[in-house]
């Protein structure tokens, strides 16, 4: 095919994803210089369409960011009144009680929010201070400069038939290019991904660690709302599978409340099904109980960085940085990371505003980097830097108790086990399925629990069906001849939207992928034992269009 032709617009920053990381780019750079030609590209059909986050919101990047966001109307509305944390048995439950944990567990001061929301604010923000963004506009594609910097982005190419060919409606797209541009895509971005490899940016951090997602929204019985309560639990369901997370339960305002559930995905057992994992824990004396006589109204997935400060890869490259989850800087023990998304994001904008000044563009950013890693967000992943090597290798007791004093001690400024590896990867840690036991998982009862299927519907994904399937298989013939004999065809579990399945047995056996369920989680990029699943972007727009999420 002969090579493509596109229109090439110029801007001084291109910032690809309008999350928290990436508005908070735009609005600082407009901040510093109302003349900077500042864009912002956004896969989903609207800011917030893509966005899924707990969360309870630590305020210090948006007071960093806007100081007066209480006067301009920012959707911070349910402060944090009541925090609990409890260790859950099959039918029991135990409170831990706030003076064993550690003071940077206090959720004194934040804020339940719907992150959909306080970016779609965030975007109005921007927007007003002379920020162009585009939704429904996938980033397909990194333009390269003639020195092998990153010069821009392809966006907005529509159009491609299934079998990859232009069909009659097509449209190229654009490239957009910048002095820099900055990657906020979020966990496991597909450009973020193939940058960090091009430059080898992660040559002198630990694996990247992952866990997987998993949010309902219910309206619950007005009498059993408590607004402001907060309420983390570790333990049951998983500690009987052998995988590793916990769930939140966040009372928002309008009687409804996040009932949300992490599954980490180094797990072993490739029987394990963390979808089915969430399910299950409804149905525990305490959240039945709880949900009893509401209805969900909303779900969603989506993968979480969890390697925390060893993982960080290098920040900054030739013509670019990455900000916020593409660089993976969640505080896994607070469960957020949208704080230190706004801060890189205030960063990234601070040092090109700088450069551009003195002339500069194409070129590496190092004082970005050092900026995140020596300050404050450096400060608050390196305190928490054991806690997950030490879930991951010796359980959650261990992280409980050696994680919990290791927290006490870096708040006195040392740790005594100084900073712990991960090992393996999500991926390598799959064991063969005949180590392990197959694990059985009740069936959803429609009132409390939910089939795949039916949860997926309340995601509002929507992908064209004509277009090429946006999961790539490096090897076609790996699911059936290694996964499914080996690993029990892990994918068709690991996957919260029920993305893949294999259909008929032994010889007859074949391998089908549903992208139009996908929500984007990447989940299935990550896990592969094969590392045979490439997640790449479909075109603009398409994907879940989650409302207050």
């Known amino acids: 095919m002969a090579e493509i032709e596109r229109e090439a617009m110029e801007y001084d920053v291109v910032i690809v994803g309008a999350g928290p990381a990436g508005l908070s780019a735009a609005i600082r750079l407009k901040q510093l210089d ?6 912002v590209l956004e896969k989903g ?11 309870v919101l630590d305020p210090v990047g948006l007071n960093r960011l806007m100081p007066d966001w209480k006067e301009k109307g920012a959707p911070l509305n349910v402060p944090v009144t009541n925090d609990k944390f409890y ?18 567990m206090n959720n004194h001061g934040n804020y339940i929010v719907s992150m959909g929301n306080v970016c779609r604010w965030m975007a109005e923000q921007a927007e007003a201070l002379g920020v162009e963004i585009f939704p429904g506009m996938s980033c397909s ?8 910097e990153v010069k821009g982005v392809v966006a907005g190419e529509f159009g491609r038939q299934s079998d990859g060919t232009p069909g009659p409606g097509y449209e190229p797209g654009m490239e957009l290019h910048g002095k820099y541009v900055f990657l906020s895509e979020g966990v496991r971005g597909s450009l973020s991904k193939q940058v960090i490899a091009n430059y080898g940016l992660d040559a002198e951090s630990d694996v990247q660690k992952y866990g997987l997602g998993m949010k309902e929204i219910w309206e619950i019985d007005p009498d059993k709302h408590r607004e402001g309560t907060v309420v983390h639990t570790m333990g049951w369901p998983l500690s009987e599978s052998g995988a590793g997370g916990g769930s939140f339960i966040y009372h928002l305002e309008n009687n409804q409340v996040y009932v949300g559930f992490v599954v980490h995905l180094g797990y072993k057992n490739p029987h394990v099904f963390p979808y089915m994992e969430f399910q299950r824990f409804k149905h525990h004396p305490m959240v039945a109980e709880l949900l009893k006589g509401g209805k969900r109204v909303a779900y969603g997935a989506r993968a979480i960085s969890e390697g925390g400060y060893q993982s960080i890869p290098q920040m900054a490259f030739p013509g670019g940085a990455l900000l916020g989850c593409s660089a993976g800087l969640v505080n896994v023990p607070r469960i957020k990371g949208n704080h230190n998304a706004m801060l890189s994001g205030i960063h990234a904008a601070e040092s090109a505003h700088a450069a551009i000044g003195k002339g500069r563009q194409g070129d590496t950013l190092d004082d970005y980097d050092a900026a995140v890693k020596t300050g404050e967000i450096g400060k608050d992943l390196k305190r928490v830097r054991n806690v997950k090597p030490l879930w991951s290798k010796r359980g959650l007791i261990a992280s409980l108790g050696l994680g919990g004093f290791d927290m006490w001690t870096n708040t006195l400024g040392f740790s005594l086990l100084g900073t712990l590896k991960h090992g393996k990867s999500d991926a390598e840690a799959t064991e063969p399925a005949n180590q392990h036991k197959v694990i059985d998982y009740p069936k959803p009862d429609g009132v409390l629990s939910f089939d795949r299927l039916t949860n997926v519907s309340y995601s509002f994904t929507n992908h064209e069906e004509s277009q090429p399937g946006h999961l790539k298989l490096k090897d076609p013939a790996i699911p059936v001849a290694v996964n499914l004999p080996k690993y029990a065809g892990l994918s ?6 029920g993305v893949y399945e294999f259909v008929g047995e032994g010889e007859d056996a074949k391998f089908q992928i549903n992208f139009q369920n996908c929500v984007h989680c990447k989940t299935c990029d990550i896990k592969d034992p094969s590392q045979n699943i490439v997640w790449t972007v479909p075109q603009g727009g398409d994907g879940p269009n989650y409302p207050n999420m």
């Open 45 to 55: 059909s609207e800011v917030g369409a893509h966005i899924l986050s707990g969360a």
């Open 34 to 39: 109302a003349d900077l030609q500042v864009v």
């Open 87 to 104: 260790m859950l048995g099959a039918s029991g439950k135990a409170r831990v009680p706030h003076f064993a944990m550690p003071p940077l």
């Open 492 to 497: 068709a579990r690991y996957c919260p939207a």
């Open 141 to 148: 594609e990194i333009v390269y400069g003639a020195d092998g």
